[in-house]
Every structure is written in C-alpha cells, then in structure tokens.
T-cell receptor, first 116, second 110 residues
Framework: KAGVTQTPRYLIKTRGQQVTLSCSPI?????VSWYQQTPGQGLQFLFE???????NKGNFPGRFSGRQFSNSRSEMNVSTLELGDSALYLC???????????????FGPGTRLLVL | GENVEQHPSTLSVQEGDSAVIKCTYS??????FPWYKQELGKRPQLIID?????GEKKDQRIAVTLNKTAKHFSLHITETQPEDSAVYFC?????????FGKGTSLLVTP
C-alpha cells in the first residue's frame, strides 16, 4: 500500500496570505490528524477528522481550519499567515476501526511552510 | 488538556550502552502511549506502543514500561547502535488526540 502523502512538500508565503495543505491517507484509513512541528514546541496537535467530522481540536487560533472529504482525503487551511506559522505540518492517518483512536498513526512526509 | 513532559531533551551514549527516556502525563484518562523515532529530515515512525492495561512491552532491543499510578512511562533501548541516533517522541492519547512530549535527541557515538 502507498503511504500517507502530502502536497505540496514545500511552500513559501508572505504574511497575510492564506494557504491550503493536502493530505491523502493510506487506502482504507478513515482517521486523519494534523500536527504542527517546530523546533521550540515540538509536535503539537491541530485537529483530527473521522468520517468527515472533526472529533477534536487542539489549542490553535481559528485561523487554522480543516476538512475531510468522503474519500478520507483531508485539507487544512491557514488564513492570514503570520511569521510564527512557519513550521513543518504533518498529517497522520489511522484505520479508525469502530471509531477507535488508539491505533497506530502513520505519518506523511510533511509540508514545510515558510512565511516571510 | 493533556500535558506530556519528556526528559532528557538530549542524551549522548556510547555504542553498546543503554538509553532511557522518561515521560510523564497529566490526564488519568489517557490510555494509549506510543513512541516515535524521527530521523533528520524524515517523518516520525512508530517504534513501540503500550496500552493502559499493560505494564511492560518489549520488542528486541526496545522496551517500554508504564506506571499508571504515577502517570509515567519510559523507553529503554539496550545495546545502542549508531543508527539509533535520532529524535524520540513520547505521546499520550487523550480524546482523539495524541499529545507529544517535546522530544529527546539521542546521539550514539561509536
């Protein structure tokens, strides 16, 4: 099976712009989670989607949003970009059997976003 | 929300020695504790995990222990090799979210 894929891999934006990142989970996986990784804060949970519904959201401002499509692909959007949004954005997918979350999460390669 | 503390932030050992990384969590409802290894420029990869109904789990040179009463869990790597050099993250699962520690940079010197 193909692994989790993310597009684009690299992105440069300027302050005030918005950005959309895409994540395609492993075939058959129904749960997709997003994380922000920075050197100072490590891996921080953004939100999780299962069957097109957001089940949980981390402590990030409303500028960060996401959605999931019927084929389990997910997108996250960041509006009004700030310098501090520069980070590696990782998504991870898991089977989501019976709605469970305590399963192995498989990470994508990430999208590296640089905000100038 | 869940808060996961991880120590140490950096760890240097000689090849063949053991390495221990410790994490504590705050939410007593957390029930799943995975450990991820991230090599430079690569994605995090699961190396071992443990569920709250188990006290210890081993996989070759890697073991994880969990003390639910004290709310801490640890990763033990024996007979370390240079290829074990990476950043290791612990995490605790609470309410459809994985909360990660800030990571331990492990360096294994030959």
């Amino acid at each position: 099976k193909a692994g989790v894929t993310q597009t684009p891999r690299y992105l440069i934006k300027t302050r005030g712009q918005q950005v959309t990142l895409s994540c395609s989970p492993i075939s058959g996986h129904r749960s997709v989670s997003w994380y922000q990784q920075t050197p100072g804060q490590g891996l921080q949970f953004l939100f999780e989607y299962f069957s097109e519904t957001q089940r949980n959201k981390g402590n990030f401002p409303g500028r960060f949003s996401g959605r999931q499509f019927s084929n389990s692909r997910s997108e996250m959007n960041v509006s009004t970009l700030e310098l501090g949004d520069s980070a590696l954005y990782l998504c991870a997918s898991s089977l989501g059997l019976s709605g469970a979350y305590e399963e192995t999460q498989y990470f994508g390669p990430g999208t590296r976003l640089l905000v100038l | 929300g869940e808060n996961v503390e991880q120590h140490p932030s950096t760890l240097s050992v000689q090849e063949g020695d053991s390495a221990v990384i410790k994490c504590t969590y705050s939410d007593s409802a957390s029930n799943y504790f995975p450990w991820y290894k991230q090599e430079l420029g690569k994605r995090p990869q699961l190396i071992i995990d443990i569920r709250s109904n188990v006290g210890e789990k081993k996989d070759q040179r890697i073991a994880v222990t969990l003390n639910k009463t004290a709310k801490h869990f640890s990763l033990h790597i024996t007979e370390t090799q240079p290829e074990d050099s990476a950043v290791y993250f612990c995490a605790a699962c609470s309410g459809y979210a994985l909360n990660f520690g800030k990571g331990t940079s492990l360096l294994v010197t030959p």
